[in-house]
T-cell receptor, first 114, second 115 residues
Framework: GNSVTQMEGPVTLSEEAFLTINCTYT??????LFWYVQYPGEGLQLLLK?????DKGSNKGFEATYRKETTSFHLEKGSVQVSDSAVYFC?????????????FGKGTHLIIQP | NAGVTQTPKFRVLKTGQSMTLLCAQD?????MYWYRQDPGMGLRLIHY???????AKGEVPDGYNVSRLKKQNFLLGLESAAPSQTSVYFC??????????????FGPGTRLLVL
C-alpha cells in the first residue's frame, strides 16, 4: 500500500533560518504529492503540490520538488518567519485516483523562535 | 464562498451515545471525505463519497456510518460512541479525484471527546 514518511518534530528554528522538512513516499503508481499546513486551531490548507516527476511546487516562499528517483518531496524555505509556526503534512494521492483520499504523513510540528 | 464548514465545532459524548457530524460545501464539489486526526498518527480516511448517493469505506471505517443525500452535504454518524473515537474529525471536498482538480479543501474540524 501507499505510505508517507516525514521527519517528526518538533523542529525548532530561529527566525530567518533555512528550513528543510524531509518527506519520502511509497506508492504503487504515479502519485501526486502535496504539502498541507495546519495552523493552531484550524483545518488543513494546501501549501503546494506537484503532479509529476521533476515538477516543483511553490507558494509563500516554500518550495518542494517531486523526485521520482529518490521518492522524495522535501519542503524547503530560505528564510522562515515566526508566522510559519504550524504543523506541516506531506501527502500523496494516486494518479487519477483521488477518490481513495489522501495518504498523509504523521506531520511535522515547526516552531520558529524570534 | 464559505468553502467547507463543519457542525458542531466541539462535542462531548458519553460512551454509547450517538451523534451526527455535518459537513457542508458550497463549491459544487463531487468528492467528499471524512478523516480523523489523532496525535502522532496524521490524518486517516474514514469514509468518502464520489458523488450524491454514493459512499465508500476508507482506511478506518469501523464504528462510523455516512450518508450523502445531497451533493453539498456529507454526514458522519456514530451510532454508539466509544472512547477510542475521541479525536478531531475533518471533512474535505474536491472537484473530482483526478488530475488538476484533485486538490482537497478542508473544513475547520470537529473536536469530539467521548467519556
Amino acid at each position: 500500500g501507499n505510505s508517507v514518511t516525514q521527519m517528526e518534530g518538533p523542529v525548532t528554528l530561529s527566525e530567518e533560518a533555512f528550513l528543510t522538512i524531509n518527506c519520502t513516499y511509497t506508492a504503487t503508481g504515479y502519485p501526486s504529492l502535496f504539502w498541507y499546513v495546519q495552523y493552531p486551531g484550524e483545518g488543513l490548507q494546501l501549501l503546494l503540490k506537484a503532479t509529476k516527476a521533476d515538477d516543483k511546487g511553490s507558494n509563500k516562499g516554500f518550495e518542494a520538488t517531486y523526485r521520482k528517483e529518490t521518492t522524495s518531496f522535501h519542503l524547503e524555505k530560505g528564510s522562515v518567519q515566526v508566522s510559519d509556526s504550524a504543523v506541516y503534512f506531506c501527502a500523496l494521492s494516486e494518479s487519477g485516483g483521488g477518490a481513495d483520499g489522501l495518504t498523509f504523513g504523521k506531520g511535522t510540528h515547526l516552531i520558529i523562535q524570534p | 464562498n464559505a468553502g467547507v464548514t463543519q457542525t458542531p465545532k466541539f462535542r462531548v459524548l458519553k460512551t454509547g451515545q450517538s451523534m451526527t457530524l455535518l459537513c457542508a460545501q458550497d463549491m459544487n464539489h463531487e468528492y467528499m471525505y471524512w478523516y480523523r486526526q489523532d496525535p502522532g498518527m496524521g490524518l486517516r480516511l474514514i469514509h468518502y463519497s464520489v458523488g450524491e448517493g454514493t459512499t465508500a469505506k476508507g482506511e478506518v471505517p469501523d464504528g462510523y456510518n455516512v450518508s450523502r443525500l445531497k451533493k453539498q452535504n456529507f454526514l458522519l454518524g456514530l451510532e454508539s460512541a466509544a472512547p477510542s473515537q475521541t479525536s478531531v474529525y475533518f471533512c474535505a471536498s474536491s472537484y473530482d479525484g483526478t488530475g488538476a482538480q484533485e486538490t482537497q479543501y478542508f473544513g475547520p474540524g470537529t473536536r469530539l471527546l467521548v467519556l
